[in-house]
């Protein structure tokens, strides 16, 4: 009897539909063939985050035989197709990222402080940095013959202690050290990080005074102190400082009122010499250049005006880079407009993505931590939305030259001024939320006004005044960036004290950020119709930060300072003398913008000398909270009751046994594993804690000096 199929084969049918799907993503990717490019420093960017956000070594591991396996299905897919080109090297790149910035993690190591520690010791001075607005000098320096301290510290003087003293310099100090701080609440700065690939081994303040050798500092200071002083001479008090920071790099002078406005108005980018700045001067000369050589016939004739105007930019935009400390920022920015350059030298037009992919690239290439510094992205992000709108067809129609009266085309010169700062703005926005937990509103409009004036006023006064200088006839190029900067500067503050100048959220989820970042880069590189798809996890992302709770408790990282959420919205804290730094951490942390209230003076919180008691909630979500603010010393039999009536026990000391609160006890020692504290109080509650238990990364398992000749034990964590 002859057999028949009896059902049709699935397998068949499935491989087709596999097929037609490869097929029309094969399809795409052929569409944009051109921008597959781009997407190499993002890839190499992913691996970078990625181990920076995997805790451990098997982790790290994990994913890179992760990745070797996506390879390997790549390769399945077929070299010959795109797609399986794109999945190899993808991988591929993503594995040079982790093994890069795990390899510079590991070459950067140096020793780091144990604990707190007051010595004394003598040092070399690597670096003097002046803060005229705060009263403070910071100082780089490498202990002398003391194998207990790390190679390298960084302490804080007064502008007294610290007088005429110059890199190179030895001298000798007392200070107090302790290792550099982790972030002291979920999501907060994490300066151990940065430290650690700065090789800072411990930070402090001296006490008393600095010795120094016999006619120690009377050498010349470096030029670019010199130079910061003499802007200081011309020009008085903040707005001196923004000048400085405009020329040098150095914004010491600049008074916290002015900085915060700064911040608050979206103008800040204007006091970090970046691409701006650069562009600025090295468009400047180079422009300069070729209009003096141009009066060269043989010159223009055999067609060297542009190299030469070329190479003479060059030469100023290095200088200007080595004035202005040699920064990532700066250094990045001078590697674009190198590669800007050597566009216009090719004939190949000067601004394109590939061009900003290139910088990203070799700046990651050379510094891979510089990824997760909020700069790095702020700046790149900013570029790459600007040239992805001007490459746009639609935006090419808009600014094209064509016949018509001149107030229609300044009118469309704003227009596109105005939506370029739009762009970068909602580009900007996730950034800013994320390391700030703020972002400005208002920053898109006022930069309409403020990149102008900086670039064709500010910045080519203070160029002929400092030129004029040398024969003394700078005086009048002084007034005029004077008065440019006071109009900066009030610029800056109408803007910020405007209403809803300034959005302020709770913490970005981290995996909410990296899907925004990822459906950012999917819209601005991609070309045709499938980027907008990228808008998806924008919008998820973004939905993801809208819908993040405010915390109900902020507790810092040595328990001292607690900032409790209040019906109206606002936070109250535990502790109100504390700082203005504690204040404005506390305050980003929740994600507010007023001021924080005294709990104290609360009516439903009850205190003593020793504690304060209050309940946060109702029903049964109602908790009841215990916070110790007091020194005395008080017996475990007689705290017993209280902490066992409390949901949570908060203490910066050491709590005795008996004291459990019902949910959760917080002491010096649990704070020490876990950090800073943002507590839910939900039902059921919740706690997000600033470090991870298991965390391998090198800064928080470092090697430990004791810093007074005593050996101490060197597996435990950093903190």
């Not at 013959?145 to 007064?158: E, G, I, N, Y």
């Not at 290792?179 to 006490?207: C, E, H, K, M, N």
């Not at 690239?361 to 700046?379: C, D, H, K, Y």
């Not at 109009?487 to 302020?504: D, M």
Request: proline residues 6%; glycine residues 10%.
């Amino acid at each position: 009897m002859a057999t028949r199929q009896l059902q049709t084969p699935i397998a068949p049918r499935r491989g087709s539909r596999w097929g037609a799907r490869g097929d029309a993503i094969e399809l795409r990717l052929e569409a944009e063939r051109e921008r597959i490019a781009l997407w190499l420093p993002a890839a190499l960017g992913a691996g970078i985050a990625l181990w920076l956000a995997l805790p451990t070594a098997m982790h790290w591991i994990g994913a890179l035989l992760a990745l070797g396996a996506g390879a390997l299905a790549g390769g399945m897919i077929g070299w010959d197709r795109r797609l399986g080109r794109v999945v190899v090297i993808g991988c591929g790149v993503m594995a040079t990222g982790i093994l890069l910035i795990w390899g510079r993690a590991l070459w950067v190591a140096a020793p780091v402080l144990a604990q707190p520690v007051t010595t004394s010791f003598s040092a070399e001075v690597e670096r003097v940095d002046a803060q005229p607005a705060r009263g403070q000098v910071r100082l780089i320096v490498r202990p002398h013959a003391r194998a207990d301290l790390p190679p390298r510290l960084r302490v804080t003087a007064s502008e007294e202690q610290a007088a005429g003293v110059i890199p190179g310099e030895r001298i000798g100090l007392r200070a107090r050290l302790m290792p550099p701080p982790t972030a002291s609440l979920p999501g907060g700065y994490d300066f151990a990080q940065r430290a650690w690939f700065d090789r800072l081994g411990a930070v402090g303040t001296v006490i008393g005074d600095i010795g120094r050798a016999p006619g120690a500092g009377q050498g010349p200071p470096p030029l670019r102190a010199r130079l910061t002083r003499h802007i200081h001479e011309q020009v008085d008090g903040s707005a001196g400082g923004v000048a400085a920071a405009l020329v040098t790099g150095d914004r010491g002078a600049i008074s916290e009122a002015d900085d915060e406005a700064m911040r608050r108005s979206g103008l800040a980018h204007l006091l970090s010499i970046s691409g701006l700045h650069v562009t600025a001067v090295v468009g400047f000369v180079m422009l300069l250049s070729m209009r003096l050589l141009a009066l060269s016939r043989r010159l223009a004739l055999r067609g060297w005006v542009l190299p030469l105007a070329a190479a003479a930019a060059a030469l100023a935009g290095g200088g200007y880079t080595l004035l202005a400390g040699a920064e990532v920022p700066t250094l990045r920015s001078f590697i674009a407009s190198l590669l800007v350059m050597l566009a216009f030298l090719l004939g190949r037009e000067a601004l394109t993505l590939r061009l900003v992919a290139a910088g990203a690239l070799l700046v990651m290439l050379w510094r891979p931590e510089a990824l997760a510094g909020p700069s790095f992205q702020l700046s790149f992000a900013a570029v790459t939305a600007i040239v992805a709108l001007h490459e746009s067809r639609w935006m090419r129609a808009f600014v094209a030259r064509r016949e018509e009266p001149w107030v229609f085309r300044f009118g469309r010169g704003i227009g596109a001024l105005v939506l370029t700062g739009l762009v970068v703005e909602a580009a900007l926005a996730p950034i800013a939320l994320f390391h700030f937990h703020k972002a400005g509103l208002y920053g898109a409009l006022a930069n309409v006004v403020a990149i102008p004036l900086t670039t064709f006023v500010i910045m080519p006064a203070e160029a002929f005044a400092l030129l004029f200088d040398s024969i003394g006839l700078g005086a009048f190029f002084w007034w005029v960036a004077e008065a440019a900067l006071g109009a900066l500067i009030a610029l800056a503050h109408w803007v910020a004290a405007a209403p809803g100048a300034v959005a302020t959220l709770p913490v970005f989820p981290p995996w909410g950020f990296a899907i925004t970042v990822f459906g950012g880069l999917w819209f601005l590189l991609w070309q045709t119709r499938w980027r907008r798809a990228g808008l998806i996890p924008v919008a998820i992302g973004m939905a993801a930060l809208l819908a993040q709770p405010r915390p109900d408790l902020l507790v810092t990282g040595d328990g001292k300072h607690i900032a409790a959420a209040l019906p109206d919205g606002g936070y109250a804290l535990l502790r109100d003398r504390a700082g203005d730094y504690v204040r404005d951490t506390l305050s980003e942390a929740a994600g507010i913008d007023t001021p924080l209230a005294a709990l104290a003076e609360l009516d439903h919180v009850e205190c003593n000398r020793d504690f304060c008691r209050w309940s946060h909630g109702k029903g049964a979500a109602r908790r009841v909270i215990l916070a110790s603010r007091g020194r005395d010393r008080i017996e475990g039999a007689d705290m017993a009751a209280a902490c066992a009536a409390a949901d949570v026990v908060i203490s910066d000391r050491w709590l005795p046994r008996e004291c459990v609160g019902r949910w959760m006890t917080i002491d010096r020692d649990s704070l020490a594993e876990t950090g800073g504290l943002a507590l839910y109080l939900g039902d059921p509650p919740t706690a997000v804690s600033a470090l991870r238990r298991a965390d391998a990364h090198p800064w928080r398992r470092p090697e430990q000096l004791s810093g007074n000749d005593e050996a101490i034990p060197t597996g435990a964590p950093a903190q």
